[in-house]
């Protein structure tokens, strides 16, 4: 009689816990589960804003559905994807975390990606400056992405509409401008553009989705009045 080795149980659920880290173990699925974090999107969307093929997001979307990490709703022969919860965004967040604790080559790849800016807002100091009243703050994501979810008291003004939109904020207006997250360049781009009209403008480290990690309110909808 065969006996069952009994370290197999535990080395299945490792196996299985593995199965995590290697869905995620890709640049292009975690910057997927980055645009999810922001809103539902279709396939074409994502493709198209990740600078990926429809075939190889679709590849990609899968992967992150087998291992329980997107969600997907069907409408006809279209698929729309979500962030399958707080928690799969929580993971991203921890694995952002230690990357940058421990990775001297990320430092290197997010100074190249954030230069020029070394004071961005953190979340503390925009809610100190929301409360005293001396900022504006600006949602440049695109605009389905705002009605989706955004800091209270944010205004929406999508990056491909802030050189036709200028006119709308106070000459002597103090901006914060945020996008997706630490890893999104839209708030870099709409600093640079206000600095170069002379707005004292700058950006938020962090994005809705740390916003809502902090346990901090998110309104939804667009905008009133």
Not at 35 to 40: G, K, T
Not at 98 to 112: F, T
Request: with cysteine.
């Amino acid at each position: 009689m065969n006996e069952i080795d009994p370290r197999l149980p535990k080395r299945r659920v490792y196996d299985q816990l593995a199965q995590i880290p290697k869905a995620i173990a890709s640049g292009p699925r975690l910057e997927l589960l980055d645009l999810l974090a922001q809103s539902e999107k279709s396939v074409d969307t994502l493709a198209r804003q990740a600078g990926l093929s429809v075939a190889n997001a679709s590849r990609h979307l899968q992967v992150l559905q087998r291992a329980g990490l997107a969600a997907v709703r069907r409408e006809g022969r279209h698929a729309w994807y979500r962030i399958a919860g707080d928690d799969v965004q929580r993971l991203v967040q921890a694995v952002r975390t230690v990357a940058e604790a421990r990775s001297a080559e990320m430092e290197r790849a997010l100074g190249e990606l954030h230069a020029g800016d070394a004071e961005p807002v953190g979340l503390a100091e925009l809610r100190e400056r929301l409360a005293a009243g001396d900022a504006w703050l600006l949602d440049v994501r695109p605009a389905d992405e705002y009605v989706a979810g955004h800091i209270p008291g944010a205004r929406s003004l999508p990056i491909d509409e802030l050189e036709a939109r200028l006119a709308e904020l106070p000459e002597d207006a103090a901006v914060v401008a945020y996008c997706r997250g630490p890893y999104c360049v839209f708030a870099d781009r709409a600093v640079e553009a206000l600095r170069a009209r002379g707005v004292d403008a700058r950006r938020l480290r962090d994005g809705v989705p740390e916003w809502r990690a902090a346990h901090l309110a998110v309104a939804s909808g667009a905008e009133r009045g």
